[in-house]
């Protein structure tokens, strides 16, 4: 078995992806205490798929976003670097003609430019070697007057929540892998990640540097986890100069 580390190597990530894959749901509904539902809920009626949206769902892992987002008639590239979670998707949702799965590197995506009417993320931005490179590949992929919706594990903004969540990774959270995953080493990584990423007004300020406009958050489960939403400017129409440094 392997696990990644906080160098997030892609190579690395995804291999121990892959090796969850098969798991990675149940797994993820026990960890969060049946809140990952009601979290993708939130991120679904954030990006409001309408009928005839091409919409790009990175880090999609088994499509279990991807299919929510489709109920409303929406088209969704399901995006993700993982192989073993691409082949997983694409057998539990073959018989979804609204979902079409492609392996692909969140920091170099296989699109034409102004392609999306919206772009989403959940809990696969952390993941990411270079996030702020991915930020500049969301922002080229959207279209003009577009929007991303960006979802992931935050910083709980009061002391005892914040303290009360760390020790639930640190002791709680490894005993529940050993029962519910297929790679509990691989777990380990997730804590570590999410200790490691910055808070909700860091990852606002990366988005209004990759040029999005209008961006806010919401702190869901008092703040362990973060909706961050954004839109392309209307008038943009040469993403080539959009400046992306922090």
């Known amino acids: 078995m392997s696990r990644a580390d906080l160098n997030k190597q892609p190579e690395q990530v995804a291999a121990m992806f892959d090796q969850v894959s098969t798991h990675y749901d149940r797994t993820n509904a026990v960890l969060s205490v049946g809140n990952a539902a009601l979290w993708r809920m939130a991120a679904t009626r954030a990006v409001a798929p309408q009928s005839g949206d091409r919409i790009l769902d990175i880090a ?125 080493e691989a777990y380990d990584y997730l804590g570590e990640s999410i200790a490691a990423w910055p808070n909700q007004s860091t990852l606002s300020a990366w988005l209004r540097a990759a040029g999005y406009e209008a961006v806010a958050y919401r702190n869901l489960s008092l703040g362990i986890v973060a909706l961050h939403r954004g839109v392309k400017p209307a008038d943009e129409a040469d993403t080539s100069t959009a400046d992306t440094t922090s």
Do not use: W
């Open 60 to 184: 999609a892992g088994t499509g279990t976003s991807s299919a929510a987002l489709t109920r409303t008639g929406a088209h969704v590239v399901a995006a993700d670097f993982s192989a073993g979670m691409i082949q997983v998707g694409r057998e539990r949702h073959a018989g979804n003609p609204l979902i079409e799965f492609v392996q692909a590197d969140a920091t170099a995506l296989p699109f034409a430019d102004n392609e999306f009417d919206a772009v989403t993320i959940s809990f696969g931005l952390r993941n990411v070697v270079e996030p702020r490179k991915a930020l500049a590949e969301f922002y080229r992929v959207t279209r003009p007057g577009g929007r991303v919706v960006i979802c992931e594990f935050s910083t709980p903004p009061f002391t005892p929540i914040r303290a009360a969540y760390f020790a639930y990774l640190n002791h709680v959270m490894p005993m529940v892998v050993k029962l519910a995953s297929s790679n509990a």
